[in-house]
C-alpha cells in the first residue's frame, strides 16, 4: 500500500515538471543592407571634384557608422560628405568628398621674401616672372628645372642677375665712380641740370621728338599711335599732351619740360584731362575714375612717370600705382620711337630720361616690395627723395 503510494505521488511530480519546462523561441536574423561609398576627390584646379573608387558595402540595419579615410594630399570635406549615417532601408549611396590640401610656397629674393602663395596639393607652382631672376633654387640648393608639383610647404630662392655691373658711358658716366647706394640722387644731379625750352617752342620741337619713323612729315600721336600731319595748325590736327597733367607738377617751369609732352589728339586728350592713370587691357579709354592709356604707350606712360619724379621731386600717388607702372614697364619696353625722342629732346633741353637709356634702373630703383623684411636706417642719414616718397620701396641695406 505504501510502495502504490509513493508511485502515484512520482507520477504527480513528473506530470508536474513536465508542465513548467520554457521553450526557447525560434532565432530570427538582423536584415544587413548593401550600400554603395562613392569617394570623390578635388581637382587640381579646385573648381570641380572627380570620382576616385566605388566600393560595396553590408552592414546590419541600424548600425551607426562614422566613415573618414586617410588620402595623402587630401582631407575630408565634411560639409558636403555624409559620413556620419545610420544603415537603414533607404540608405543607397555614401558620399565622401575629399579637398586638397591648400600649401604655402614662399619666394625669396636677396633682399628677403618677396610674397607667399597658396598651392593645392598637386598643383604645379607657378614661379614669379621677375626681370631680375634668371631662375629658382630650392632649400637644398638645387636648381628647379621643368615643373615642381607641390606636396608640402616649400621655400624657393630666386637666382639673380648682378645689375650693380653697369658700364655707364657718355652722359652717364659719373656714375661709374660712386657707389650704387649713390646712384639715384647722382643721377637726379645729371638730369637736373638741363636747358630751359619754353612751352611755346615744344610746339615745333614735337614735331622732331615724336616723328613717325615711316613718315617723317607726320607725327606719332599718344593714346592711340595714329600718324598725322605733323604740320602745327593751332592744335586742330593734334596739341601738346602733358603725361603727367599740368595740374599736378610742382611748379609752371615743369611744364614745358619736352620729357612730359607727346602730341596727342585733341579729343583724346580733353578726354584724358587730368586724370590719373589705371591698368587695363585693349585701347586707350576712361576705366572707372582713371585712365588706361592703351597697350601699346603704357611703358612709354611708365618711363615718363620715373622720369618726372625723379627729375621734378612729386609724388608718385599723384598720378597713378607704383605697381602698375612697373608693370607696364616690363610689359612694354623700350622702343626705337622712344630712342627716337629721348635723343631728339638731349638735343634741344640738353638732358636724357634715364629709364629708356637704361631700363634696368627701374627694377634697380624701385625693386619689388619684399614682405616681412626688417631693416635699421640710421635716424641722422639724408634721406633722398625715391626713399622719402615712394611708399615702401626703399633699398634695404641688411
Known amino acids: 500500500m505504501k510502495k502504490l503510494f509513493l508511485l502515484t505521488i512520482g507520477i504527480i511530480t513528473l506530470m508536474t515538471l513536465s508542465s513548467c519546462i520554457i521553450e ?62 545610420v544603415v537603414d532601408t533607404s540608405l543607397e549611396v555614401v558620399e565622401l568628398y575629399y579637398d586638397r590640401i591648400p600649401f604655402h610656397i614662399s619666394f625669396y629674393l636677396s633682399s628677403g621674401l618677396y610674397n607667399t602663395q597658396t598651392f593645392l596639393y598637386g598643383q604645379e607652382v607657378v614661379f614669379p616672372d621677375l626681370s631680375q631672376v634668371t631662375g629658382w633654387k630650392n632649400g637644398m640648393d638645387e636648381v628647379i628645372t621643368g615643373v615642381h608639383i607641390v606636396t608640402s610647404n616649400d621655400r624657393f630662392y630666386a637666382i639673380e642677375e648682378d645689375q650693380t ?38 610746339r615745333d620741337i614735337l614735331q622732331d621728338s615724336d616723328e613717325d619713323p615711316n613718315n617723317q612729315d ?56 587730368n586724370l590719373s592713370f589705371v591698368d587695363g587691357s585693349g585701347e586707350a579709354r576712361i576705366i572707372g ?22 627729375m621734378w621731386e612729386t609724388n608718385i600717388n599723384l598720378i597713378g600705382n607704383l605697381d602698375t607702372f612697373l608693370k607696364w614697364h616690363e610689359e612694354d619696353p623700350v622702343d626705337d620711337f622712344e630712342r627716337q625722342r629721348n635723343q631728339v629732346i638731349y638735343a634741344y633741353q640738353r638732358n636724357r630720361n634715364p629709364f629708356i637709356d637704361y631700363p634696368e634702373l627701374v627694377s634697380i630703383f624701385y625693386p619689388k616690395a619684399p614682405e616681412n623684411i626688417s631693416f635699421i636706417l640710421n635716424s641722422k642719414a639724408q634721406l633722398s627723395y625715391r626713399e622719402k616718397h615712394a611708399q615702401y620701396y626703399v633699398h634695404a641695406f641688411l
Open 24 to 85: 526557447t523561441p525560434p532565432i530570427t536574423s538582423i536584415e544587413e543592407i548593401d550600400y554603395t561609398i562613392e569617394i570623390y576627390l578635388q581637382t587640381v584646379d579646385g573648381l570641380s571634384y572627380e570620382i576616385d573608387t566605388i566600393t560595396v558595402e553590408k552592414d546590419p540595419l541600424g548600425t551607426f557608422k562614422t566613415i573618414s579615410i586617410e588620402y595623402d594630399g587630401f582631407y575630408l570635406n565634411e560639409a558636403i560628405s555624409n559620413h556620419i549615417f
Open 165 to 202: 655691373e653697369i658700364n655707364f658711358e657718355g652722359y652717364y658716366a659719373l656714375l661709374n665712380d660712386v657707389e650704387m647706394a649713390l646712384w639715384y640722387d647722382t643721377l637726379q644731379g645729371i638730369i637736373q641740370s638741363y636747358t630751359y625750352v619754353s612751352y611755346g617752342d615744344a
Open 218 to 273: 607726320n607725327v606719332l600721336l599718344i593714346y592711340d599711335r595714329r600718324s598725322v600731319d605733323s604740320t602745327w595748325d593751332a592744335g586742330v590736327t593734334w596739341n601738346r599732351e602733358h603725361v603727367w597733367p599740368r595740374s599736378k607738377l610742382p611748379n609752371t617751369t615743369a611744364e614745358a619740360d619736352l620729357h612730359l609732352l607727346r602730341a596727342s589728339d585733341p579729343i583724346l586728350n580733353s578726354t584724358r584731362g
Open 289 to 310: 575714375s582713371g585712365w588706361f592709356p592703351g597697350e601699346e604707350d603704357r611703358g612709354d606712360i611708365a618711363r615718363i612717370v620715373f622720369y618726372v619724379i625723379m
